[in-house]
């Protein structure tokens, strides 16, 4: 049996290589930034996208584009929650999960041939993230959510001191909780924070802890 290679599928393969380019170069920006789903990742998301949709282009009717653009957004979902991460109130890789969906969206684009969309979305997304990145640094001046513990005897000026101490780390108490012990001469207060990003957290509850009648301090 004889191959004719000129009876090969070139053009699907130019798509999945251009796919796999403009993955590789939203995956580039996220290496920059030292971030989860780097060039490799997204090089493959992008291309496996790309030929998903170019079989069914060559084995299905129109009728099941939604099948499997659902199928492919499906398995997306699972790789974009799982580098979702959770620590304390902050979460981090939301912006690393919109790339990964931004990727196989490129993908499903080039392999449709809709090529000049795939490149436009890959300009968009890269330099988004590129030029958004310091302009929110510098506007928000990057906070994280803190939440911090601190049981004390009762006092009526207790969550006064309380804040003006936070006060001086630049932090800001966006949520207060406040739980009597049953001797009801003691509480817990909880706190819901916004801290700049580098907290001095144990100079912090040592901080806290010089407030007359504080008994323990937690910071997560």
Do not use: N
């Amino acid at each position: 049996m004889t191959l004719d290679l000129g009876s090969l599928p070139w053009d699907a393969v130019g798509r999945m290589a251009f796919a796999s380019l403009l993955g590789a170069v939203i995956g580039l920006e996220r290496r920059i930034q030292a971030q989860p789903a780097g060039m490799r990742t997204q090089m493959v998301i992008a291309a496996a996208c790309c030929v998903t949709m170019e079989v069914w282009q060559r084995t299905s009717s129109p009728s099941e584009a939604g099948r499997f653009a659902q199928a492919i957004l499906t398995g997306i979902g699972f790789l974009g929650g799982g580098s979702i991460l959770k620590s304390g109130l902050s979460v981090h890789g939301i912006t690393t999960a919109a790339t990964i969906w931004a990727s196989a969206t490129i993908g499903m684009a080039a392999g449709t041939g809709e090529l000049f969309l795939a490149a436009a979305l890959t300009l968009v997304v890269v330099a988004g993230l590129l030029a958004l990145t310091p302009v929110e640094t510098l506007l928000t001046r990057r906070r994280e959510l803190r939440k911090i513990d601190i049981e004390a005897a009762e006092a009526p000026d207790l969550l006064d001191q309380v804040r003006v101490r936070l006060e001086k780390y630049g932090i800001r108490v966006d949520e207060v909780g406040l739980d009597h012990h049953l001797d009801r001469k003691r509480l817990a207060l909880h706190l819901v924070t916004s801290c700049p990003e580098k907290l001095p957290g144990p100079e912090l509850a040592r901080d806290l802890g010089q407030i007359p009648g504080v008994a323990d301090v937690r910071i997560e």
